[in-house]
């Protein structure tokens, strides 16, 4: 009976100890990500394309708002563009879901003021982006629809 008891407890132990240490690790891989996702946003304000560079994965591709999909190229090429101008941008509402360590997908709401190609756009979209993990976090897609609010 006290054997039973005793493994009883180091199962019991245990099994808490690698909750513990998985949600630990889900916890930093989320404020890992939500640091990555303010970080992208204020690159897409300098047009700062080191960091798309950087931090885009080679497969990546965008969807717009306005119907539009790219390519990392064609991503990386409007940054340089002085065509596109960002006025203002801010991410809010920000939700990260993890699928292990080497996958995260977020979704939030990205409220801004832009030119691109002459057109002004002035809008809240709902986005969602898929982050993931070959050794360093990566982009992989990211996607916009106009929200219902302004």
Not at 32 to 60: E, S
Not at 74 to 79: A, G
Request: overall charge positive; some cysteine; proline content about 1%.
């Amino acid at each position: 009976m006290k054997t039973r008891t005793v493994v009883a407890f180091s199962v019991l132990f245990c099994t808490l100890a690698l909750s513990i240490s998985m949600w630990s690790q889900d916890s930093a891989i989320v404020e890992t990500i939500k640091q990555l996702q303010q970080d992208k946003m204020d690159a897409q304000m300098k047009n700062d394309v080191p960091w798309a560079q950087q931090h885009l994965a080679d497969g990546f591709i965008a969807g717009h708002s306005w119907g539009k999909w790219e390519t990392k190229a064609d991503f990386i090429k409007n940054f340089q563009s002085k065509a596109n101008k960002w006025t203002s941008g801010n991410i809010s509402d920000v939700h990260v879901a993890t699928f292990g360590s080497t996958t995260a997908v977020t979704h939030y709401t990205f409220t801004y003021d832009a030119t691109f190609n002459g057109t002004q756009r002035a809008r809240s979209v709902i986005c969602s982006d898929t982050w993931v993990n070959d050794g360093t976090w990566k982009l992989a897609a990211t996607h916009c629809s106009v929200s219902g609010s302004k």
